[in-house]
């Protein structure tokens, strides 16, 4: 029997990452290629913009999609999260060259207020929300203190690209694969304070740590590489990265739904305490999924160096966060 079709919400859909996104939702690359979809599309309420909106469906249309059960698009996003079993929220400012992604805070904060109020009154109560719009951990923050009736853990923000770009670094570096790399993660804020962490991580069962031996190399040049990359893509391309953004939102979420097998991914999440990060801080830690539910992996060992790392990016979420209390 084929299942029910849940409802997909997208906001800044007609957005660069937007168009790298949405087709790849509706052929079913996100929930399964068994898992019909509705499409509720936000926009915001500017000729312009609804218009390209309305050019996107056309060719969401032209594609014929056998999962794609109905498609929206919508101006308030009242009626976009309306029911929505999944929130992807997008629609934001990107930043443009020599900026930080917390340079945006005050541009976006409004948006994550707004949409987190919204969902609280209209989606599903089992609502799975990724903010994927910069700076990505304080939105989804502001969104979940937003929406108080939802359950916290509904609310995460995308740290999915940042442990994707680790990834490749050091299969690059070990000469490997990066499909037999496991437990690798990236913990703190998507920005570059952020820690990626290979110490843990294994290579078709050997250390990576110990294949690549050179602590100088992982201080030096990994964590700048994989902390500024987004700035990196920036510079090279003119304008923030889209298709890589789209990608890290559709492991995020298809993991998130249909489980790792045990495997570890990074999801940004508020804190339950766990390393000693404070409760509802939006943190990015390495998890297990399972049943549509996260789990923190837990008794890491956290090394002087490691800690160190901890406590900045620790620091520089909890200045973002004070900064927005008034709107909360
Ligand atoms: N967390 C991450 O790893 C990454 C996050 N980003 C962030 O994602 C966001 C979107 O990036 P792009 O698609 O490249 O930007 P874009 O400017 O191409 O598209 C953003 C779209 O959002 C729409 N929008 C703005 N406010 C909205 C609102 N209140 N409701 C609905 N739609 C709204 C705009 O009209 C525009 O069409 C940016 O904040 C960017 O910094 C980008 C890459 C990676
Ligand atoms: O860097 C940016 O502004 C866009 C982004 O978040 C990334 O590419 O990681």
Same mark, same amino acid.
């Given at each position: ?17 937007? +168009? ?52 929206? /698009? ?10 929505? @079993?999944?929130? $992807? ?77 680790? $990834? ?11 499909? @037999? ?13 952020? +820690?990626?962490?290979?110490?843990? /991580? ?8 110990? %294949? ?19 700035? /990196? ?24 739904? $249909? ?31 399972? @049943?549509?539910? +996260? ?18 990016? %620790? ?14």
């Amino acid at each position: 029997m084929s299942k029910k079709p849940v409802r997909v919400a997208v906001t800044g859909a007609a957005g660069q990452i937007g +168009y790298a996104l949405l087709f790849r939702i509706a052929s079913g690359e996100m929930l399964g290629k068994d898992q019909p979809v509705i499409l509720q599309l936000l926009e915001i309420p500017d000729e312009k913009a609804q218009k390209a909106l309305k050019g996107v469906m056309m060719e969401l249309e032209d594609c014929a999609f056998p999962l794609l059960a109905g498609m929206e /698009a919508h101006s308030d996003p009242m009626t976009a999260f309306k029911d929505t @079993d999944y929130a $992807l929220l997008v629609g934001a400012r990107p930043r443009g060259p020599g900026m930080e992604r917390k340079d945006l805070l005050s541009a976006n904060a409004q948006i994550f207020t707004a949409q987190g109020k919204a969902l609280d009154k209209v989606a599903s109560r089992n609502v799975k929300v990724l903010v994927v719009g910069n700076p990505a951990n304080t939105n989804a923050y502001i969104a979940m203190k937003s929406a108080p009736s939802l359950p916290r853990e509904n609310f995460t923000a995308m740290l999915r690209l940042d442990h994707n770009r680790a $990834l490749s670094q050091v299969a690059a570096k070990t000469g490997t694969q990066v499909k @037999d790399i496991e437990k690798l993660t990236v913990w703190g804020n998507h920005s570059p304070t952020m +820690y990626a962490d290979y110490r843990f /991580a294994t290579v078709n069962g050997k250390a990576v740590k110990d %294949l690549i031996n050179d602590q100088e190399w992982n201080k030096n040049v990994f964590l700048p590489t994989v902390g500024k990359r987004g700035a /990196a893509i920036i510079e090279a391309r003119g304008l923030s990265s889209a298709a890589s953004a789209a990608n890290a939102a559709i492991d995020h979420m298809h993991d998130w739904a $249909l489980g790792t097998n045990g495997k570890w991914v990074t999801m940004g999440i508020p804190s339950n305490g766990d390393y000693g990060i404070p409760k509802d801080t939006m943190f990015g830690f390495p998890v297990t999924t399972k @049943d549509g539910k +996260y789990e923190v992996v837990k008794g890491l060992e956290i090394d002087a160096f490691s800690q160190e790392r901890i406590n900045l990016t %620790l620091n520089e979420l909890q200045e973002e966060q004070q900064g927005v209390a008034h709107l909360l």
